[in-house]
């Protein structure tokens, strides 16, 4: 009987000629690659001013800093996502102001994202939780889409989107991370920031020689960390770019049958994703243990935030994640699992647990 698994990193012939083909230049390191994938992504994801950087999280943690988020400020987020995007916050000192979920899709639930709002809101950090669209429309204060598991377009009213590249989200560079700015002063910032504050255009056109006729070529004027994203991580991305209408055709292909496979099952709704699929189901333990016996992965993947000790370790009173708490469970979404693998899951499903 063939395992199922929860995961399995997506890596195709191109994408491994890519970095063959990188590692006989003499640029691994950030280089015309990078070059090279953001204006592919840029092509296929119709933006202007994508950043290439070394993680999804550096990709918020910049985003962050390019909206000035300080010490104090309140930045409301979503209690149910990786810690990877709120991690960041509290590095910074904001306040983390976590808002309750909605039961049919586990993303932010924008009623009460508006009840929260006070004159102390820097942002709201809106998680496309499993590849599913969040609904969140225009709000009173700025927005930050978290796309980390949502590889489309970004939202149009996102000052800054942040995407990971983690080594088994759809679009993969073993990890890495794309942001989207929507103007060009942001742009030259964060492709400086992202190499220690030094503008590495004018490094180029210096040669990159830093110093000459007693001069610095290159000024630093604000001091930036180092997350700059590899010419050999690049060239995964190139290579998986070329079949990114395969590779997302593929996981929506697998929702669809997914979403019409586990209708009307008696303790079961599904809740539907592109990156995996989240359900909610009764009697939860039992359910994971059935899949179990039949060679098929389960996982929650996603802890609520607010009961980890760093964000507070305390439960809130958050009525539709206090709901789903025990009952969501995750059911496995990739490139290496097939039309008949999700049929066989379906199947498993309805035969009850």
């Not at 929260?116 to 950090?125: G, S």
């Not at 809106?126 to 927005?143: A, C, F, R, T, Y």
């Not at 099952?265 to 009697?283: D, F, H, M, R």
């Not at 370790?313 to 699992?337: F, I, S, T």
């Amino acid at each position: 009987m063939k395992k199922i698994v929860m995961f399995y990193p997506y890596v195709n012939d191109e994408m491994r000629q890519e970095v063959q083909k990188t590692l006989k230049t003499r640029w691994i390191g950030q280089g015309p690659k990078v070059d090279q994938l953001e204006k592919d992504w840029a092509k296929i994801f119709k933006v202007k001013y994508p950043v290439a950087v070394n993680s999804g999280t550096a990709s918020l943690f910049l985003a962050y800093h390019l909206m000035g988020i300080k010490k104090g400020d309140e930045v409301i987020t979503s209690v149910l996502t990786c810690t990877a995007t709120n991690i960041p916050l509290l590095q910074m000192g904001a306040k983390i102001v976590f808002a309750d979920i909605k039961r049919d899709t586990l993303n932010l639930d924008p009623e009460d994202i508006k009840r929260k709002i006070t004159k102390k809101t820097k942002c709201v950090i809106n998680v496309h939780l499993s590849g599913n669209k969040s609904d969140i429309d225009k709000m009173p204060v700025p927005i930050i889409g978290d796309s980390s598991q949502y590889h489309e377009p970004p939202m149009p009213y996102d000052k800054y989107t942040c995407y990971s590249l983690q080594a088994i989200k759809q679009i993969t560079t073993a990890d890495g991370g794309m942001l989207v700015v929507n103007n060009k002063s942001d742009y030259k910032r964060a492709k400086a920031l992202r190499w220690f504050g030094i503008d590495r255009e004018a490094k180029r056109r210096a040669g990159w020689q830093v110093y000459k006729g007693r001069e610095i070529t290159t000024d630093i004027t604000e001091a930036g960390w180092k997350l700059q994203m590899t010419d050999v991580t690049a060239s995964l991305g190139i290579g998986a770019l070329k079949s990114y209408k395969k590779i997302m055709n593929h996981h929506y292909n697998l929702k669809k049958i997914y979403d019409k496979g586990l209708k009307n099952i008696s303790g079961l709704t599904a809740v539907g994703g592109a990156w995996s699929y989240p359900v909610l189901v009764e009697k939860r333990e039992k359910f994971m243990k059935l899949l179990a016996k039949h060679g098929i992965e389960s996982n929650i993947i996603q802890v609520r935030n607010d009961i980890v000790s760093i964000f507070g370790g305390k439960r809130l009173n958050l009525p539709n994640m206090n709901w789903a708490e025990d009952r969501y469970v995750y059911l496995p979404l990739h490139m290496m699992v097939s039309e008949n693998d999700v049929l066989r899951i379906i199947n498993v499903i309805r035969k009850g647990w």
